[in-house]
């Protein structure tokens, strides 16, 4: 099938170039880079014609950075990259991946034979979570179809109709790009996870990540985690409830 590879690079952080260069010289699907939304040019206008808080339930209790919200309208470009292109699918890359191309080929070619029109696959860096329904296997890889989908956009292999799907569902949004691809019911999409973990998030190296986060007092912190551990729960529950 016709499937392009697309790095999502942010164009002004120039210590990830050498990076990218590498993916492009090792993904599949004739790579090519995206950029990304860059938050320091992003207006309040721009924010407000896409951001609205408590948009959907459960609700989402923080409120987006800027760079939440240009890591969003990335991966949106993405998505509608796939479509206008009239791709059958589109493998988005975030630019602090590392991989080993013998491990990831493989991978990729397993999981093209258990794609269905408005799959979205992700390719976790972590090896917690994510247990669900097995539907293939075959030499030590599974696809599979998580009861809760887990976090991280680091790589993903995406339909056609799931990007349209997704481009559909998130023309105004509430919360982090990851957190809500988490609400299957609201995108439409079908959510897979693809195992073993071959890729790796390697930002620190890079020097961290384009998502600056500012160190809060202890206290706001505690009650963040407290307002993160409730949501969370409410989440686990509404999937396991629209679980297929």
Request: charged share 25%; aromatic share 6%.
């Amino acid at each position: 099938m016709s499937v392009c590879a697309l790095v999502i690079h942010l164009r002004r952080a120039a210590a990830r170039r050498p990076q990218v260069d590498k993916l492009l010289q090792t993904l599949p699907f004739a790579p090519a880079v995206l950029d990304a939304v860059d938050a320091e040019s992003l207006t309040d206008a721009e924010i407000a014609r896409v951001y609205r808080p408590g948009l959907h339930r459960p609700h989402y209790p923080f409120a987006l950075r800027r760079t939440e919200v240009a890591c969003f309208l990335s991966h949106r470009a993405a998505w509608r990259r796939i479509v206008e292109e009239g791709h059958e699918a589109g493998l988005i890359v975030e630019d602090d991946v590392a991989f080993e191309p013998s491990q990831l080929g493989p991978m990729l070619d397993f999981a093209h034979a258990g794609l269905q029109p408005g799959d979205y696959l992700r390719l976790p860096y972590r090896s917690r979570g994510e247990r669900g329904r097995v539907l293939a296997s075959r030499a030590g890889m599974t696809l599979a179809e998580p009861a809760v989908v887990g976090l991280g956009m680091q790589m993903q292999l995406v339909t056609r109709l799931a990007a349209e799907r997704a481009l559909g569902a998130t023309e105004m949004f509430d919360r982090p790009v990851d957190t809500t691809l988490q609400m299957r019911w609201l995108t439409g999409v079908r959510m897979l996870t693809l195992r073993p973990v071959v890729i790796r998030e390697i930002g620190g190296v890079l020097g961290g990540t384009t998502v600056q986060k500012k160190k809060k007092p202890l206290g706001e912190a505690v009650l963040r985690e407290v307002k993160r551990a409730s949501y969370r729960m409410s989440l686990r529950l509404a999937s396991l409830a629209a679980r297929p």
